[in-house]
């Protein structure tokens, strides 16, 4: 193509950006002139005109023409001509477009076709630009190309990682009950480039789910066993003298999809492997090699680490690992160290082993390259227990001092999660988050500071009064305290400056003007608690209600809204008319309700996974944190903004969250794995508040409440990553019976921001399955959406109905074939009265009726549901059940009728679905 290639050196031979852009519009002047007069052009001359366009688009100038041309080309019986068009569709198609549903038949054509370079051809294309649409027409006949034996094999590779791209795309592409059998049927291929194209495949199947995939694993150490203790394989894959170390590294990880081996044969295949991989490894002066070996030997451990006690390796993996944090090379230090802390999280029993290494662990926080001293600080927290605390601790606050900005943050909340979980005593805790806050200043979170004054409140007096004399020991040391400081002063002094009140130079009178030396110069956030903290101690002590008086009155017209606000409220609470309030509204705080540790959930929402292959590691905690883990108030009173995802509807605080409910972009919250009602909504039939779905982006929080056949409902959306949720929206699937006012929702949700929409609900008729919630909003990885079901099941409006025998059994014959039986598993036999109280009376608010049944064993409950213009406890609205047991066989049959089927099965499911066994 000789224009193409004089083109090419014009533009190259222009001497400024102006001669160069004045040549390009020329030639795309030219070009649309010939696209538009000439009818009759031929494949040579469109080839060379868009591979032209192309030339131009790459050196960055807008194309808007030539489209059509380019899409002619695909159908080019001609390989130079074809390839020109899909050269094009790579470069200047992306997923969404809407040219791609022209061409995705010409595509097909291809692929179908006989012509192996043609093929090729499409499978790029669809690995380059095929999006979701691609994936639905295209994936059987990518799958065929891969499973078909006489498919070529430079075909085959690039049809698995074709597959690959559309199962990413779509996880309904790859069915295991129709494609497993034939695809892990091709990792006994021969051909290591297809047997290394098809690992990677199933990797990326395993990395969603592995379930009807087991049979890899066999596979795999089959594969591992042939290359490393059998040496299988063409000269042309050694890499440095290693066989094909990547093919290698993906079948370790493959293994670490699954359970460790039971099967005595693949115990002893995967054991030999691991012992040749781990014995056989040696540095050398050679940087590649060195790199390839230690590739192959550190994802070993990881398998060693995965298979636990029953790897007869992994003693010898703690030694190699213990040599490379000390030696020079970076890269290996830092896979040592990052190595080391997954083994202490997933293997405890190791740490005793581990802990030899400490001070080389230790030194390495001093080390020059932050990523290092990052997976040190990792380690260091991953290993530290109840013995080794306070020395761990020490040594954590004396490397704080020379800590960089980057790393001062985490290495804070680290600091005081450990001295929180292995605390021997509360004092020590209370004097190490002290020293936190006055020497790590900006870098300490508001959760830590939040988290003592929770510890300290829901301790004893005598925790109380050593936390008020140490802040007020330490603010009287201080000539400029930093802000935290003076805010956990100002709580604790406010609520148990009491405690220390008569000791010589802690009076009221002289705690109120050390806290005012400091309220001068404090931020308006700093000012509006010093408020709180003057009038707590101003109602305690009469003799400083002057001075406090002084205060209000001089700062009720602040400049700051909210510093003038708590004055003038402040003030009118002192007015004679509200002195019966008074004393309710400054009483001291009360215990906060235990949650999850507010700091372990800010150093959790730090943590970010690395590769999106992984196999998913579920690490049991260990023993001596049991107790950390449950521990989480909410923080103190304050009126700046914080995250929480359950407040709103009703004063009292939210009741612990239910299980995460895990489900990424696309989910369903109401749902779980089986198919059957997902534990959040289980949870919400007993009560009315709680989350309802939560995953790493979005939390839904729910609370409720009822009364006869109407009821409110506030979901609580909280952006929990880093990006704004845009296009949040919100629609509900249809149920006639059901009433349903909904609220506005703003579009757009800030990171660790909240947003509400409240549902007003009224009950019409009977029902069974209520609504489900579809939320969709665009995020930093694109759209998403999630289904949800709703927590609005029958019991919600349902009353209890007491009567006796005779009545009980009137209304039962009334519904006569209209009965839903469910037949299962007690969790705990025999079937205890408390167990069907808390279920049916608390959860579902019916009546147990007692002494209506002639067998003592079973169970008979009564309620009534509540509908519009319903009479109350009428016949028809009636929802009747029979608990009948046999406490030998440990086994219930719950009878529920009903005037509605599905009412009745609704009930039937939640009853069976708390007591029935797992």
């Known amino acids: ?126 690995c380059n630009v095929g999006g979701k649409e691609f994936a639905e027409t295209l994936s059987n006949d990518v799958l065929k190309l891969l499973t078909h034996n006489i498919t070529k094999t430079y075909v085959r590779k690039k049809a698995a990682l074709t597959a690959l791209r559309l199962f990413r ?96 044969a693949l115990k002893l295949r995967v054991s ?28 070993a451990i990881n398998l060693s680490i995965h298979l636990g006690q029953s790897s007869e390796t992994l003693p010898q993996c703690i030694n190699l690992l213990g040599r490379f944090i000390s030696i020079r090379e970076a890269n290996i230090r830092y896979l040592g160290l990052d190595t080391m802390a997954r083994l202490s999280q997933e293997q405890p029993h190791t740490l005793d082993d581990l802990k030899k290494h400490q001070s080389t662990i230790l030194f390495s926080l001093k080390d020059p390259d932050i990523s290092i001293r990052r997976r040190a600080l990792d380690l260091v927290y991953a290993m530290c227990d109840t013995a080794t605390v306070k020395e761990t601790v020490s040594e954590l606050l004396n490397y704080l001092d020379n800590a960089d900005d980057h790393i001062k943050e985490e290495l804070v909340l680290k600091i005081a999660i450990l001295s929180e979980r292995f605390a021997s005593d509360n004092s020590w805790y209370v004097d190490v988050v002290l020293q936190l806050v006055r020497s790590a200043g900006d870098q300490v979170a508001d959760e830590v500071w939040y988290r003592i004054v929770q510890i300290v409140t829901n301790q004893g007096e005598d925790l ?35 405690t220390i009140a008569e000791s010589p130079g802690s009076s009221p009178s002289e705690q109120i003007t050390l806290l005012h030396k400091h309220f001068r110069n404090a931020d308006p956030d700093v000012r509006a608690l010093l408020l709180n903290t003057y009038v707590k101690i101003a109602h305690t002590y009469a003799e400083v209600a002057q001075m406090v008086s002084e205060v209000m009155q001089q700062h009720s017209a602040a400049m700051d809204q909210e510093v003038q606000q708590r004055a003038a409220e402040y003030i009118s609470l002192s007015a004679p008319s509200l002195a019966s309030i008074k004393g309710t509204v400054l009483e001291m705080m009360p215990h906060f309700t235990e949650r999850e540790s507010i700091v372990s959930k800010a150093l959790a929402s730090k943590s970010k996974g690395d590769d999106p292959e992984a196999p998913t590691r579920r690490v049991e905690p260990r023993a001596e944190a049991a107790h950390a883990e449950a521990a989480a108030p909410p923080p103190p009173p304050s009126r700046q903004e914080t995250p929480d995802l359950l407040g709103g509807l009703a004063d009292e605080p939210a009741a612990p969250a239910p299980p995460p409910g895990g489900g990424g972009g696309a989910g369903s919250g109401g749902a779980a794995a089986g198919g059957g009602p997902s534990p959040q909504w289980l ?33 609580f959306f909280g952006n929990k990553g880093q990006f ?5 929206a919100t629609v509900l699937s249809p149920c006639p019976q059901l009433a349903i006012q909904v609220s ?86 025999p079937l205890a009265e408390p167990e069907v109280e808390r279920v049916c009376a608390g959860g579902m608010k019916m009546a147990v009726l007692r002494g209506v049944d002639p067998n003592t064993a079973n169970y008979v409950v009564a309620g009534w549901m509540a509908v519009k213009g319903g009479a109350p406890q009428s016949d028809t609205a009636s929802v009747l059940m029979r608990l009948e047991v046999n406490a030998a ?30």
């Open 1 to 126: 193509m000789r224009g193409l290639t004089v083109f090419i050196s014009d533009l190259r031979n222009c001497s400024s950006k102006e001669q160069e852009e004045k040549r390009v519009e020329k030639e795309m002047a030219h070009i649309r002139s010939k696209f538009t007069s000439d009818s009759n052009m031929n494949g040579y001359n469109r080839k060379k005109y868009v591979w032209k366009i192309l030339y131009m688009y790459m050196l960055g100038y807008e194309v808007d023409f030539g489209h059509m041309e380019a899409v002619n080309l695909l159908s080019s019986q001609k390989y130079s001509e074809k390839s020109v068009g899909y050269a094009w569709c790579a470069l200047m198609l992306r997923e969404g477009d809407e040219l791609l549903r022209l061409i995705i038949n010409s595509i097909r054509v291809d692929l179908i076709s006989r012509n192996d370079n043609a093929v090729c051809l499409a499978l790029n294309s669809i």
């Open 744 to 829: 506005p929702l703003p579009s757009t949700l800030q990171p660790r921001q909240q947003l509400s929409q409240n549902f007003l609900i009224e009950c019409n008729a009977p029902f069974g399955d209520g609504p489900q919630v579809k939320v969709s909003f665009m995020g930093g990885s694109g759209p998403a959406q999630i289904v949800a079901r709703l927590p609005l099941n029958p019991s919600k409006f349902f009353a209890p109905l007491v009567t006796d025998g005779g009545d009980f059994f009137r209304r039962w014959k009334l519904f006569e074939g209209k009965e839903l039986q469910k037949i299962f598993k007690l969790k705990t036999a």
């Open 464 to 498: 109380q009064r050593y936390a008020a004399q140490g802040v007020w020991t330490i603010l009287n040391a201080e000539v400029l305290p930093h802000k935290n400081l003076v805010k956990v002063a100002g709580y604790v002094l406010g609520e148990f400056g009491h």
């Open 169 to 264: 795309k779509s996880n309904d592409t790859l069915p295991a009950e129709q494609w497993a059998d034939r695809i892990l049927a091709l990792l006994d291929e021969k051909n290591i480039g297809v047997l290394t194209s098809v690992t990677s495949l199933v990797l990326g199947v395993l990395a969603v789910d592995s379930a009807g995939w087991e049979a890899a694993a066999p596979k795999a150490a089959r594969t591992l066993t042939r290359l490393v203790l059998n040496k299988d394989y063409s000269n042309d894959y050694l890499y440095y003298g290693i066989p094909t170390p990547w093919l290698q590294i993906k079948l370790l990880k493959v293994l670490q999809h699954f359970p460790p081996p039971e099967e005595h």
């Open 272 to 299: 030999e492997v691991l012992q040749r991989i781990v014995s056989g490894t040696e540095v050398t002066k050679n940087v590649n090699k060195n790199n390839a070996t230690h590739a192959v030997l550190f994802e």
């Open 683 to 715: 949870a919400l039939c007993m009560r009315n508040d709680g989350v309802l779905f939560e995953d790493a982006t979005l939390q839904i929080g729910v609370k409720m409440e009822f009364n006869g056949h109407q009821g409110r409902m506030a979901l």
């Open 724 to 728: 704004p949720l845009q296009q949040l």
């Open 889 to 918: 066989a440990g086994m219930c049959r719950a009878s529920v009728r009903a005037s509605d089927a599905g009412l009745a099965t609704a009930v039937a499911q939640i009853v069976q679905s708390h007591l029935a066994a797992p």
